[in-house]
């Protein structure tokens, strides 16, 4: 391939992507503005979801509403059915994208949100879809064709999803009012992805703690998860942390174990899992959280003792997002 045709075919995908973002503006419409509407009059945050390219998209969608003053958090689809659907309050607003409409793993996410009472909107390349049909509202994210010579790579759709997410924040940007001043707040640095210097230790839970011994049974493990927000810590016989059950790992345990209650809780927890420090800033305890599909984390000391727990929504809810 010569040095022209390589131009030639980089400028073909600009166009082509150029072309699907003029078509989907047209269709900007009721449906957009009602959208809108239901993000900015939920009382709670916004939850974006998507599997693949298209959750990627998602993260991004989400990471944009927020710095611009729409409170928003990814959840992923297929962790949301292992006890990270917990993070959804009735409340909030989704946003599920997918191009197909179909994604089996957004399904069982959208029941579930339908089932809580959640206004779903969908950001879908077919309005006929199971998702489009289901949801409240439909933003019609189709195009002609990908900019792949295969048209399979996730390309010019990836990119009229993004411009719909983005569309979303800057008008709800203006409709509630953010000034250069909030954005100033959110991004303190002066430089955008800056987060508060929000501490761990500022938001942490350091008062009953969800701790219980390594001897422990499943049996005293479900009582403390349901009480204590779906996190267990076990300790050794030292009082240092050995291992951290959630919700998640009790529902895996229930698919393959007809009587959880006598199981040990040593057999269930995982032996080595994330930890954060007081004195970490929350953005960064945020990253690892998102990154690794983690709800809540233990906070150790210098010395490897547990001082608190941390958890995502209250992070969120500090602004270190």
Same mark, same amino acid.
């Given at each position: 391939?010569?040095?022209?045709?390589?131009?030639?075919?980089?400028?073909?995908?600009?166009?082509?992507?150029?072309?699907?973002?003029?078509?989907?503006?047209?269709?900007?419409?009721?449906?957009?503005?009602?959208?809108?509407?239901?993000?900015?009059?939920?009382?709670? #945050?916004?939850? %974006?979801?998507? @599997?693949?390219? =298209? *959750?990627?998209?998602?993260?991004?969608? !989400?990471?944009?509403?927020?710095? &611009?003053?729409?409170?928003?958090?990814?959840?992923?689809?297929?962790?949301?059915?292992?006890?990270?659907?917990?993070?959804?309050?009735?409340?909030?607003?989704?946003?599920?994208?997918?191009?197909?409409?179909?994604?089996?793993?957004?399904?069982?996410?959208?029941?579930?949100?339908? #089932?809580?009472? %959640?206004?779903? @909107?969908?950001? =879908? *390349?077919?309005?006929?879809?199971?998702? !489009?049909?289901?949801?409240?509202? &439909?933003?019609?994210?189709?195009?002609?064709?990908?900019?792949?010579?295969?048209?399979?790579?996730?390309?010019?759709?990836?990119?009229?999803?993004?411009?719909?997410?983005?569309?979303?924040?800057?008008?709800?940007?203006?409709?509630?009012?953010?000034?250069?001043?909030?954005?100033? #707040?959110?991004?303190?640095?002066?430089?955008?992805?800056?987060?508060?210097?929000?501490?761990?230790?500022?938001?942490?839970?350091?008062?009953?703690?969800?701790?219980?011994?390594?001897?422990?049974?499943?049996?005293?493990?479900?009582?403390?998860?349901?009480?204590?927000?779906?996190?267990?810590?076990?300790?050794?016989?030292?009082?240092?942390?050995?291992?951290?059950?959630?919700?998640?790992?009790?529902?895996?345990?229930?698919?393959?174990?007809?009587?959880?209650?006598?199981?040990?809780?040593?057999?269930?927890?995982?032996?080595?899992?994330?930890?954060?420090?007081?004195?970490?800033?929350?953005?960064?305890?945020?990253?690892?959280?998102?990154?690794?599909?983690?709800?809540?984390?233990?906070?150790?000391?210098?010395?490897?003792?547990?001082?608190?727990?941390?958890?995502?929504?209250?992070?969120?809810?500090?602004?270190?997002?």
């Amino acid at each position: 391939m010569t040095p022209a045709d390589i131009i030639a075919r980089g400028r073909r995908v600009i166009a082509m992507e150029q072309s699907a973002l003029g078509k989907a503006a047209a269709r900007v419409g009721p449906e957009f503005s009602r959208a809108v509407e239901l993000i900015a009059t939920a009382k709670g #945050r916004t939850i %974006v979801a998507g @599997i693949g390219k =298209s *959750g990627l998209i998602g993260r991004k969608i !989400a990471a944009t509403l927020t710095s &611009t003053g729409t409170p928003a958090s990814f959840l992923h689809p297929t962790e949301s059915v292992h006890g990270d659907l917990g993070i959804v309050g009735a409340s909030d607003v989704a946003i599920l994208i997918s191009k197909s409409g179909e994604t089996e793993e957004l399904l069982p996410l959208l029941e579930q949100l339908k #089932r809580l009472g %959640v206004r779903v @909107i969908a950001i =879908s *390349g077919d309005t006929d879809s199971t998702l !489009a049909r289901s949801a409240d509202v &439909t933003l019609d994210a189709s195009v002609d064709e990908e900019a792949c010579p295969h048209d399979l790579a996730p390309t010019t759709s990836t990119a009229v999803q993004l411009a719909f997410g983005d569309a979303l924040a800057v008008v709800l940007l203006e409709v509630k009012g953010f000034r250069r001043e909030d954005f100033a #707040r959110l991004h303190p640095g002066g430089s955008l992805g800056r987060k508060l210097l929000t501490k761990v230790r500022d938001v942490m839970l350091t008062t009953q703690l969800p701790i219980m011994p390594i001897s422990a049974t499943m049996r005293e493990a479900v009582v403390l998860l349901a009480e204590r927000r779906g996190i267990v810590l076990v300790a050794g016989p030292d009082g240092t942390l050995a291992g951290l059950l959630t919700t998640g790992d009790l529902t895996r345990l229930m698919e393959h174990e007809p009587d959880v209650f006598p199981v040990p809780v040593e057999k269930v927890m995982v032996r080595k899992p994330k930890t954060a420090h007081p004195d970490e800033l929350g953005s960064a305890v945020v990253f690892r959280m998102e990154q690794h599909g983690i709800m809540a984390m233990p906070v150790l000391d210098d010395a490897g003792a547990i001082v608190g727990v941390v958890h995502l929504h209250d992070l969120m809810r500090a602004g270190a997002a």
